[in-house]
Every structure is written in structure tokens, then in C-alpha cells.
């Protein structure tokens, strides 16, 4: 049996070898690639504009430009020029970066506003070019699809390669392609080289890092992973980089840090969670600029898009999410139910706290036969219609139909003073008055953070000696402040 097993799946990997084997870019040898280039760069505009939708970009176009050119230029250095390269900043608080199949790379607010300098900017761009320019991913979701031919459950050499193509295209989930500890540790020597080849100090990497590490106890607040769960010890990369350094052989003295300069880029930037985009205080979702309040079901995890709001049932087996819909809600509501595969119930049309509600229960079959019954409502608030479609197994909707209709008629105008007032923290660049440490310029100057966090975005210890002038990141504004349970 073991024998017949062995040389199956040997039959397997030579057939897909024959099919699919190419050369790394990279490392010049032949390695088992199911997905083309082409394949590769519509996997990653489809994952680029899912996460632009769901997450959506830093609202500064002078930014962009300035993160892009970085980016092209390091790109330029890479084995992989000839892609159409993209790069943009994300408009969310957990400190990461991130890169799609095919050259579409991401950095976070977050990360910015961590960072102290062009350097560092440089080594983590470069860095995730790297997978790119290796084909990470590529070789991550070609042993995924080896295995899934090993089990007999599919074919990757398909002509249309259309059920793995829908898998690796679902948005957002790219993100979470695990690279092996090879791949990252490739990735930062790719990264260094890349960035050391465009002229910066790349022991600002080791900055990096170090920064990563203290930062790792501290919470992100932000809709995407850290980046220190989805990469390797930062403290083990820390000794990495600096033995990259000290293997270049090169003198690192008037090589290109930028620190000045990149520091006034973010000036205003908002720091941590930015609640005019809606916020969670528990299950409790409320949003100041529309002003709007609904109450999800106690003991769901939340997440806050920025096409959509959802809660997941604990057990995983429910789900309610509010998006905006087209047109009055008799109009979204006819939309919805004509949709192939959905089959109405019982409709109807009510008030909620003052406000036209359409809806009632559907009925649908998942693509894996799988029998739903939900609740789908729309209501008319403030000029924009708001859909909140809430469904479950049909085997468990008599269970859940009360919860649904619970969180439906939690829908209500956001009266809450403070909650509508409610602005971000934001990063102001000020330069020391005199020469002090960080602990007394926080004193004389003090920001809406710890100071243990200040030191940590400021790539500095609590009492690190600071110049006259010298230019110091201030976190100006308070907290979140805790609202209630308005309504």
C-alpha cells in the first residue's frame, strides 16, 4: 500500500513538473510553478482591488506618489522589472506590509507612523518586492494545489484552472499565504540588497526590526494582521540583518537615511484607529459621520471594512453584515431577492425607531449544497438606504431569527454627543526646544500616548537624549473615549 502510495504521488509531481516547472527568476533553477505570470498578476489585481475595497488607501495623493516612486525604484532593481508594479498606502492602524501575487504591494498607515526614516521605508518595500521577484507565493499556492492533486480532489493542470483561481483570488484571504522561514529569510536578503542597491543605509533594517520587537507588546488596533504574526522573530532577524551588514563590506557613511524628510510626510497623519470611520465599543458599532448606531449580538467578533460592517457568530455558524445599498429600500429589497439562487419567504414592511424598513426572509443554496435561511432588511435613513442581511443554516435558523431581529431593530440615530465629536489622533512633527530627553520633552509636550509607545514610534528609549531642533514625532489628541450603550 505504502509503496503504490509512494509512486502515486511521484506520478503526480512528475506530471506536474512536466506541466508546470520553471525557472525562479531569482535563483536561476527549475522549481514547480502551477500558476503562469499571467494567472499570477490577475490573482493579485483582484486580491489589490479586494483589499483597496475592503480596507480602502491613506486619502493623500503627495503620499502615494512618494511611497510609489520608492517603490518603483527599488522595483527596478529587482529580477522582475518588467511587471506592472503598484504600490500604495492602506488606510489602517496595524503596523504591517503587505504584498499581493504579481507586484501589487501595500503598506500600512500604521507602519508609516512607526517608521522614522526613508531607510527603513526602503528595506521593508524591498522586502516584500523580494517575494514578488521570487515567486513566493506562486511556489506556496503550487504546493497547495500539488497536494490537493495528491489527494485526488482536483486538477491543477485544468485548461481554465478555474476552481484554484477562485480560491487564491478571494481578496483579502492572499494576505494570509504563509511563506516558509526560507522564503522570509530570502526575502530580507533580497530586501537589503535591493535597497542597498538604490543607495540607502540599509542598517536602518536592524532599526527595523528593533522596532518590530517593541512593538510586538503593544496592541496594532487595526483591521489586518500585525506584521510579527504573519513573519518570522523580529529578534532573530535583527542578528540576520546585522550580519548582512557586516558581510556587504561596504561603508554604510553618507548613504541615504532621509530621516528629515520622511518624518515631515507625516504630519497630520492619523495615528491608531480612526474612529470617523466608524468604531466598535464592544459589540456596539457606531458611526460619527453618518450617524448611525447598531448593536451586534454579544460575543461575535466584528470587523469594520470599509465596504462593510459584520459579526460572526462565535461557533462560526452565523453571520450579519451592514453595507450600503442602491436606491429606496423597496428598490434594494427587490434587488436582493432577484438574485440567482435566492428564493423570498415571508416580506413586509415596517418602521425601525422612525425609519422605512423593507425586507423579511430568503432562502438559498450555498455552491457546496449547503441549505441557508436568513433575514434580509433595508432601511431608509438619513437620504442612503442600509441593508443588514443576517442568515445561518437553515437547520439553524429558528435559533438564530430572534438574533437576527434583534440587532435589525437595534438600528438608531447616533445621539451621543461625545461618540459624534469624536476626532483621531494624529501625528504632529515638532522640533525639540532646547537639548532634553525624550521623558522631558513628553513633559513640556505631551502626547495622547504613553511615553513608553512615543519611544517606540520615535525608534528611541524613554530617556534618549534629544538636539535643539531635532525633529520628534507628538501624538496629539486623546483615546476613544468610551461611549455607553446609546442608544
Not at 30 to 34: G, Y
Not at 69 to 77: C, D, P
Not at 129 to 132: E, I
Not at 203 to 208: D, Q
Given at each position: 500500500?505504502r509503496?503504490?502510495?509512494?509512486h502515486a504521488?511521484?506520478?503526480?509531481?512528475a506530471l506536474a513538473?512536466?506541466a508546470?516547472?520553471a525557472?525562479n527568476?531569482?535563483s536561476g533553477k527549475?522549481?514547480?510553478?502551477?500558476v503562469?505570470?499571467?494567472?499570477?498578476?490577475a490573482?493579485g489585481?483582484?486580491?489589490?482591488a479586494?483589499?483597496?475595497?475592503q480596507?480602502g488607501?491613506v486619502?493623500?495623493?503627495a503620499?502615494?506618489?512618494?511611497v510609489a516612486?520608492?517603490?518603483?525604484?527599488?522595483?527596478?532593481?529587482t529580477e522582475?522589472?518588467?511587471?506592472?508594479?503598484?504600490f500604495?498606502?492602506?488606510?489602517?492602524a496595524?503596523?504591517?506590509?503587505f504584498?499581493m501575487?504579481?507586484g501589487?504591494?501595500?503598506?500600512?498607515?500604521?507602519?508609516?507612523?512607526?517608521?522614522t526614516?526613508?531607510?527603513?521605508?526602503a528595506t521593508v518595500?524591498g522586502?516584500e518586492?523580494?517575494?514578488?521577484a521570487?515567486r513566493?507565493?506562486?511556489q506556496?499556492?503550487?504546493r497547495?494545489?500539488?497536494?490537493?492533486?495528491g489527494?485526488?480532489?482536483?486538477?491543477?493542470l485544468?485548461?481554465?484552472?478555474?476552481?484554484y483561481g477562485?480560491?487564491?483570488?478571494?481578496g483579502?484571504?492572499?494576505?494570509?499565504?504563509?511563506?516558509?522561514?526560507?522564503?522570509e529569510t530570502q526575502?530580507?536578503?533580497?530586501?537589503?540588497r535591493?535597497a542597498?542597491?538604490?543607495?540607502y543605509?540599509t542598517?536602518?533594517?536592524?532599526?527595523?526590526f528593533?522596532m518590530?520587537?517593541?512593538?510586538?507588546?503593544?496592541?496594532?488596533g487595526?483591521?489586518?494582521?500585525?506584521?510579527q504574526?504573519?513573519?518570522?522573530d523580529?529578534?532573530?532577524?535583527?542578528k540576520?540583518?546585522?550580519?548582512?551588514?557586516?558581510?556587504?563590506?561596504?561603508?554604510?557613511?553618507?548613504l541615504?537615511?532621509?530621516?528629515?524628510?520622511?518624518?515631515?510626510?507625516?504630519?497630520?497623519?492619523?495615528?491608531?484607529e480612526?474612529?470617523?470611520?466608524?468604531?466598535f465599543?464592544?459589540?456596539?458599532f457606531?458611526?460619527?459621520?453618518l450617524k448611525?448606531?447598531?448593536?451586534?449580538?454579544?460575543?461575535?467578533?466584528?470587523?469594520n471594512?470599509?465596504?462593510?460592517?459584520?459579526?460572526?457568530?462565535?461557533?462560526q455558524?452565523?453571520?450579519i453584515?451592514?453595507?450600503?445599498?442602491?436606491?429606496?429600500?423597496?428598490?434594494?429589497a427587490?434587488a436582493?431577492l432577484?438574485?440567482?439562487?435566492?428564493?423570498?419567504?415571508?416580506?413586509g414592511?415596517?418602521t425601525?425607531h422612525g425609519?422605512?424598513?423593507v425586507?423579511?426572509?430568503?432562502?438559498?443554496t450555498?455552491s457546496?449544497g449547503?441549505?441557508i435561511?436568513?433575514?434580509?432588511t433595508f432601511?431608509?435613513y438619513?437620504?442612503?438606504?442600509?441593508?443588514?442581511?443576517s442568515?445561518t443554516?437553515?437547520a439553524k435558523?429558528?435559533?438564530?431569527?430572534g438574533v437576527?431581529?434583534r440587532t435589525?431593530d437595534s438600528?438608531?440615530?447616533?445621539?451621543?454627543?461625545t461618540?459624534?465629536?469624536?476626532q483621531?489622533?494624529?501625528?504632529?512633527?515638532v522640533?525639540?526646544?532646547?537639548a532634553m530627553?525624550l521623558?522631558q520633552?513628553?513633559?513640556?509636550?505631551?502626547s495622547?500616548?504613553t511615553l513608553?509607545?512615543?519611544?517606540?514610534?520615535?525608534g528611541m528609549?524613554e530617556?534618549?537624549?534629544?538636539r535643539?531642533?531635532?525633529l520628534v514625532?507628538?501624538?496629539?489628541?486623546?483615546?476613544?473615549?468610551?461611549?455607553g450603550?446609546?442608544?
Open positions: 500500500m509503496h503504490n502510495v509512494r504521488r511521484l506520478g503526480v509531481l513538473c512536466a508546470g516547472c525557472t527568476p531569482v527549475q522549481e514547480l510553478a502551477l503562469s505570470e499571467s494567472q499570477e498578476i490573482m489585481k483582484q486580491g489589490s479586494d483589499a483597496i475595497a480596507v488607501l486619502n493623500d495623493n503620499l502615494q506618489a512618494y516612486g520608492i517603490g518603483r525604484t527599488l522595483a527596478a532593481r522582475r522589472p518588467q511587471l506592472a508594479w503598484e500604495h498606502v492602506i488606510d489602517d496595524a503596523v504591517n506590509a504584498a501575487p504579481g501589487f504591494i501595500f503598506v500600512t498607515r500604521g507602519l508609516l507612523t512607526h517608521m526614516n526613508e531607510a527603513e521605508l518595500m522586502h518586492a523580494g517575494h514578488v521570487a513566493h507565493s506562486v506556496q499556492m503550487s497547495s494545489q500539488l497536494a490537493t492533486l489527494l485526488g480532489l482536483g486538477s491543477a485544468s485548461p481554465t484552472f478555474a476552481k477562485q480560491i487564491a483570488s478571494a483579502v484571504g492572499l494576505l494570509f499565504l504563509k511563506y516558509s522561514r526560507d522564503d526575502a530580507d536578503q533580497l530586501g537589503f535591493y542597498l542597491a538604490d543607495g543605509d542598517r536602518e533594517m536592524i532599526s527595523m528593533t518590530l520587537e517593541r512593538d510586538a507588546a503593544l496592541s496594532g487595526g483591521k489586518l494582521p500585525e506584521w504574526s504573519t513573519h518570522p523580529p529578534g532573530n532577524r535583527i540576520d540583518a546585522q550580519a548582512m551588514v557586516a558581510r556587504s563590506g561596504r561603508s554604510m557613511s553618507g541615504k537615511v532621509a530621516g528629515d524628510a520622511f518624518l515631515r510626510r507625516l504630519e497630520g497623519m492619523a495615528y491608531g480612526n474612529p470617523r470611520n466608524g468604531f465599543q464592544g459589540t456596539l457606531l458611526q460619527p459621520d448611525f448606531v447598531l448593536q451586534f449580538p454579544s460575543g461575535w467578533k466584528t470587523q471594512a470599509s465596504d462593510a460592517v459584520t459579526g460572526v457568530s462565535d461557533s455558524d452565523a453571520m453584515e451592514l453595507r450600503g445599498a442602491k436606491g429606496t429600500a423597496a428598490d434594494a427587490k436582493f432577484a438574485q440567482q439562487g435566492v428564493t423570498p419567504g415571508t416580506q414592511t415596517a425601525i425609519n422605512r424598513a425586507g423579511g426572509e430568503f432562502s438559498a450555498t457546496d449547503t441549505a435561511r436568513g433575514i434580509a432601511i431608509e438619513a437620504g442612503a438606504t442600509w441593508g443588514i442581511t442568515y443554516t437553515a435558523f429558528a435559533s438564530y431569527s437576527f431581529q435589525v438600528f438608531d440615530r447616533l445621539n451621543d454627543p461618540a459624534l465629536a469624536v483621531p489622533m494624529r501625528i504632529t512633527i522640533a525639540a526646544p532646547r530627553t521623558q520633552f513628553n513633559t513640556e509636550l505631551p495622547g500616548i513608553a509607545e512615543l519611544a517606540v514610534i520615535n528609549s530617556g534618549s537624549p534629544l535643539s531642533g531635532q514625532k507628538r501624538v496629539v489628541g486623546t483615546a476613544i473615549p468610551h461611549i450603550n446609546q442608544p
